[in-house]
């Protein structure tokens, strides 16, 4: 039974994390968060000074969500410690670490190491939770980047997943007329069922100059140039999707569409929420481990 649970690296999320870990009864060791200062007034949190002294308490390791940005270092905001996945993974013989968004090279360096590796966007537990605040994220960032109201104005919703599916119907609960764009005619069917206007993929140019707001949650480049240029230079484009994304940020800087990438919203706009739902899924790591 797990009751010793080490943290390295982490946002806000994270932090919060820590907080309800420890007030749940768990024994508590950090690094690479010292400058949070909640964790600092946690009597039941040990601070390590090392990366040495933190493995040594526990077999297990919770990492931040995503783990890197650069697939060089792991994320550590709240600290001016550098610590590389090369690092990292030297340390990790023998133990479970848990994450978010883990790349190849974490696996690659921790092979034949008896290392075992959770990646917590892999649960379909916490990428459905976190659909909500990436929705409600995007739609704070549609209120804030435009000059008109989100109801009555004509909103695109590029991809009808589990992002795709909350947005739509949140967009729709606030008055916008929403579009949904799909490839799939099972999806342009459950679209029309649910009141949205469905717009087939291939269909696409028709429609684009009639939108205020387009939103994709596409992962693969579907906004490309030719694309673009049929776009209302007044609207605004908000890009959910990983890297590399699914707009030519290029294209659409040159032709003045405004656009934002927004990346991570479950961290960014609700982390105490966010870190609810990352603790229930970590419990339920634990059931089955």
Not at 216 to 245: F, M, R
Request: net charge negative; aromatic share 6%; with cysteine.
């Amino acid at each position: 039974m797990v009751n010793k649970i080490s943290v390295i690296g982490g946002d806000l999320r994270i932090v919060k994390l820590v907080e309800m870990l420890s007030k749940d009864g768990y024994k508590i060791s950090t690094y690479g968060i010292d400058k949070a200062e909640s964790i600092g007034k946690i009597k039941e949190v040990k601070q390590c000074e090392t990366m040495e002294e933190l493995f040594n308490e526990t077999d297990v390791i919770i990492g931040p969500i995503p783990l890197s940005s650069n697939n060089i270092q792991i994320n550590t905001p709240f600290s001016d410690k550098t610590i590389t996945l090369e690092e990292l993974a030297k340390k990790l013989e023998g133990k479970t670490f848990i994450a978010g968004n883990i790349r190849p090279e974490l696996y690659s360096l921790t092979e034949g190491k008896n290392v075992q590796i959770i990646d917590l966007l892999n649960r379909e537990e916490l990428v459905i939770l976190n659909t909500i605040s990436t929705a409600e994220g995007a739609i704070q960032i549609a209120m804030e980047e435009t000059i008109k109201t989100i109801h009555g104005s004509n909103v695109l919703v590029m991809g009808f997943g589990r992002v795709g599916k909350i947005l739509a119907n949140m967009l729709k609960g606030i008055g916008a007329n929403v579009y949904c764009e799909a490839r799939k005619n099972v999806d342009l069917a459950w679209i029309k069922a649910y009141g949205y206007n469905p717009v087939h993929l291939n269909e696409l140019n028709k429609h684009l100059e009639k939108f205020d707001i387009i939103i994709n949650t596409i992962p693969y480049l579907v906004l490309d140039e030719t694309k673009l240029e049929l776009v209302n230079k007044d609207s605004l484009i908000i890009d959910l999707a990983s890297n590399p994304g699914g707009v030519d940020k290029q294209a659409a800087k040159k032709l003045g569409i405004k656009t934002i990438w927004a990346l991570s919203l479950p961290g960014k706009v609700a982390p105490l929420t966010s870190a609810e739902f990352i603790k229930d899924t970590i419990y339920n790591v634990f059931k089955e481990i």
